[in-house]
């Protein structure tokens, strides 16, 4: 709920402290990274540098995304707060892209998280996508219509009770590692690089880099790969493949992306007991399973036929807790205002 009026910004998220700010003091501020109130104000700035005049405004928000496990919380917060603000300061048919982006630069620059575009772009779109960020100003968006809800499976999240507070370091190594892959061939980025150029000069680039940065280099260029065998599985209709394939996106991102758990807490490794877990429940029913989100601690993501669904709640549950496995449904609107 939201609406415009007085003087100040005032977001009330359901179970927290009220926000509350000066529309007219929107630059970042020291100490404020980490908090809501450093998404709002970063929005909000983002939305008055592409013209919205931004007020005043109250708004109350209710959530059952699980903070910090993993499940875009932020990012699905920082569309929410951009559609509200330009729905009542602008003309309301902002691109959805454009707010992701906006969100994106709230959470790196006011927040302090080095996240990419994913997250905040899947919020603002909704629904099974396929995004391409070669051109980061201009992501290609392409949204795969696939109906969920007939494919005879659940799609849940198993909550293993690791928080990501505190990881960013781990997450900054990722992309920083990858750059420095691309470095090796003059590029910025490794999506500029050749998959065969880069198995060529292996042995140079990880003298160069390291052994970390080229297994994680190894992922993203399979993952890219697996990307386009999902969507094309997705729109044909082969929902066994795109199974597969996200077994396989799993096990790549486990062996290679080293995201599972934190090197720096090798004792907490709640993600890897629930992937593990998942393949002693799912390997013979045809099920998959993998880390959701940007792992290292949180959430597994699991894809279970409905007729397993029962039992396999009670084992995970058994383990994590009451609560533990929730289903989730596929929405297939992004973020809309709805009154």
């Known amino acids: 709920m939201a609406s415009a009026g007085g003087n100040g910004i005032t977001v009330h998220s359901e179970g927290f402290s009220p926000d509350r700010l000066n529309p007219a003091e929107l630059m970042p501020r020291a100490g404020e990274e980490g908090s809501s109130a450093a998404l709002i104000r970063g929005i909000c700035a983002g939305m008055a540098a592409r013209g919205r005049k931004i007020g005043g405004f109250r708004a109350y928000t209710q959530s059952d995304v699980l903070p910090g496990s993993g499940l875009s919380s932020s990012a699905a917060f920082e569309v929410l707060i951009g559609r509200i603000a330009d729905d009542l300061f602008g003309s309301g048919d902002a691109d959805p892209v454009r707010i992701a982006q906006i969100g994106q630069d709230a959470e790196n620059r006011y927040f302090g998280k080095p996240c990419g575009?994913?997250?905040?772009?899947?919020?603002?779109?909704?629904?099974?996508?396929?995004?391409?960020?070669?051109?980061?100003?201009q992501p290609a968006v392409e949204k795969i219509p696939f109906d969920f809800s007939g494919c005879g499976y659940r799609l849940c999240i198993i909550d293993t009770k690791g928080s990501h507070a505190g990881l960013t370091a781990d997450y900054a190594a990722i992309p920083e590692e990858m750059r420095r892959v691309a470095a090796c061939f003059g590029k910025t980025l490794l999506s500029?690089?050749?998959?065969?150029?880069?198995?060529?000069?292996?042995?140079?680039?990880?003298?160069?880099?390291?052994?970390?940065?080229?297994?994680r280099a190894i992922h993203f260029f399979g993952d890219n790969r697996r990307v386009a065998q999902q969507a094309a599985a997705l729109r044909e209709n082969r929902?066994?493949?795109?199974?597969?394939?996200?077994?396989?996106?799993?096990?790549?991102?486990?062996?290679?992306?080293?995201?599972?758990?934190?090197?720096?807490?090798?004792e907490e490794q709640g993600v890897a007991l629930g992937l593990a877990l998942c393949e002693r429940l799912l390997s013979g029913c045809g099920g998959a399973w993998r880390l959701h989100g940007g792992g290292f601690a949180g959430t597994v993501q699991a894809y279970v036929p409905k007729k397993e669904f029962d039992g396999f709640r009670r084992e995970a549950e058994a383990v994590f807790g009451p609560g533990s496995c929730v289903p989730l449904a596929v929405r297939t609107a992004g973020a809309i205002r709805i009154l």
């Open 117 to 137: 575009l994913m997250d905040q772009t899947a919020c603002a779109v909704g629904g099974f996508a396929m995004i391409d960020f070669q051109d980061a100003k």
């Open 192 to 215: 500029q690089v050749l998959e065969e150029e880069f198995y060529a000069d292996l042995a140079r680039v990880r003298s160069q880099t390291g052994d970390r940065a080229v297994l």
């Open 239 to 266: 929902f066994a493949d795109f199974l597969a394939l996200v077994r396989e996106s799993g096990r790549s991102s486990f062996m290679y992306l080293q995201n599972v758990y934190s090197p720096s807490r090798v």
